[in-house]
């Protein structure tokens, strides 16, 4: 199986393409649920105050977190991101989507993003959980 069949992306076929994102996943395997990520380092040091920067530092966060269970970003079936600013985040898309791709590829899982008032650390602009599938070993 290839990272293209690894699951099966959901679209009625009379809407309009979904770009950058599935609306949904059908996936079959062992479910790994990764927590809160933020741009924060190992240490819990943030690096950087930028949006993108901390974006490309929670999606890492995230594929170290699937590592460990032996799983990739091609395992990722949703994201839910939480930012503080949506404005910022639309208005640095094309960073924050070079960002993605650099860390996740041209995989793009159910995807849901809420602009929040506040983040648990002060620094923090972005958070964003994942639930990934990985399949049963054949």
């Known amino acids: 199986m290839n990272d293209a069949t690894l699951h099966e992306l959901l679209h009625p076929s009379h809407w309009k393409a979904a770009v950058g994102y599935a609306n949904g996943v059908l996936a079959s395997g062992r479910t790994i649920f990764v927590g809160g990520q933020i741009g924060w380092n190992g240490d819990q040091v943030f690096e950087s105050d930028d949006f993108a920067?901390?974006?490309?530092?929670?999606?890492?966060?995230?594929?170290?977190?699937?590592?460990?269970?032996?799983?990739?970003?091609?395992?990722?079936?949703?994201?839910?991101?939480?930012?503080?600013?949506?404005?910022?985040?639309?208005a640095r898309l094309k960073e924050v989507g070079a960002a993605y791709r650099e860390v996740m590829g041209k995989h793009f899982p159910a995807m849901t993003m809420v602009q929040v008032a506040d983040l648990i650390e002060d620094r923090a602009k972005v958070e964003i959980e994942a639930t990934a599938v990985l399949p049963e070993a054949r």
């Open 53 to 90: 920067a901390q974006v490309h530092q929670a999606l890492a966060n995230i594929v170290e977190v699937l590592r460990e269970a032996g799983a990739g970003p091609e395992h990722v079936v949703r994201l839910t991101w939480y930012v503080t600013d949506k404005r910022e985040y639309l």
